[in-house]
């Protein structure tokens, strides 16, 4: 027979905790749609604010916002209502949207680190390299690169034959999870998804690893402790959700399929799905010195004295 819905059954250990787990997840979707939000207005409404950096921060906290609203309410629903079926192409375009966003986070975060490259290494072209029009293309070949890369891997899945059963080990629908459930060759499939996966995965990643070589070479030139330490905090925040964002997401999407398991799969899912969302804000938020250590005036000042 062929499957017309799925159900979402993520973290079976926990089944038993649906009121705790509701709760806690409620409060993380609000802090995350809170802060993620206030960001996203604050870049907006403060002139101070409008700079190329924090012109991609807003970019990044709006996915942020887009993509737990992507899942969560639909783990929520299932928590508080039982309502643990999901259609099958409601499950699709799930998949479709999520890992849609996730490539253009892994793209923007890559952008960030190509800006903190000019802001520090060419203080003086700062202004003349990252223009306006400059960095709007950037953000929308993002956003473009990042819609257009799932849309073969969801494709091929979504017409792959489905016969039973139809419980996904996930709590919400990806493509390794949806492809343990096929009853046909999936070698075809297997092949996209790595591919897919490993280049915009490796793409964004060897551009930040590049960025952040220059970046470190260049503070290291800077004679004074105290001028390396504020060189540096002009990109701490971005190296540090890098730090939790590419990690797990390398191993999920990179991974061989031999390796495959739902219950590791779902915890290191919870790291860039709900984690680096709720994190970003208080990232971004808790150094009052990144609002006025990102100008790059403030960069060119400090390497010109030194």
């Known amino acids: 027979t062929h499957v017309t819905e799925f159900i979402l059954f993520g973290f079976p250990s926990l089944q038993n905790y649906h009121i705790l787990l509701s709760c ?3 409060c993380i979707y609000l802090f995350t749609l809170s802060g993620n939000g206030f960001i996203f207005c604050l870049v907006i409404f403060d002139r101070h604010l409008h700079t190329p950096m924090y012109f991609f921060v807003s970019n990044l906290s709006f996915i942020d916002m887009t993509y737990t609203s992507v899942t969560i309410p639909k783990m929520l629903a299932k928590f508080l209502m039982n309502l643990d079926t999901i259609s099958f192409t409601a499950c699709f375009v799930q998949m479709y949207i999520f890992l849609s966003l996730v490539a253009t986070e892994c793209y923007l975060l890559a952008i960030m680190a190509f800006d903190r490259y000019i802001a520090i290494c060419s203080p003086l072209h700062y202004q003349t390299i990252m223009t306006r029009q400059l ?32 419980i996904l080990y996930h709590y919400y629908c990806d493509n390794d999870p949806l492809l343990s459930l096929a009853c046909a060759d999936l070698s075809l499939n297997i092949a996209a998804g790595s591919f897919a996966g ?10 930040i ?10 503070i290291l030139r800077i004679s004074s402790k105290g001028g390396r330490k504020k060189t540096f905090s002009t990109c701490a925040s971005h190296f540090t959700v890098v730090s939790i964002f590419f990690l797990p997401i390398m191993f999920v999407y990179i991974r061989p399929p031999a390796l495959y398991s739902s219950d590791v799969d779902s915890l290191l899912s919870m790291l860039y799905t709900v984690l680096t969302p709720m994190m970003n804000p208080i990232i971004y938020s808790m150094r009052n010195k990144d609002v006025k250590n990102c100008f790059p005036e403030e960069n060119r000042l400090h390497l010109y004295q030194k």
């Open 24 to 26: 806690v997840f409620l």
């Open 209 to 218: 690893l590049i960025s952040y070589t220059k970046i470190i070479l260049t």
């Open 135 to 166: 960095y709007i293309i950037l953000s929308m070949s993002a956003w473009c690169g990042g819609f257009a890369a799932p849309i073969v891997v969801t494709i091929l899945a979504f017409k792959l034959p489905y016969c039973g059963p139809n």
């Open 198 to 207: 490993a280049f915009v995965i490796l793409l964004s990643f060897s551009v």
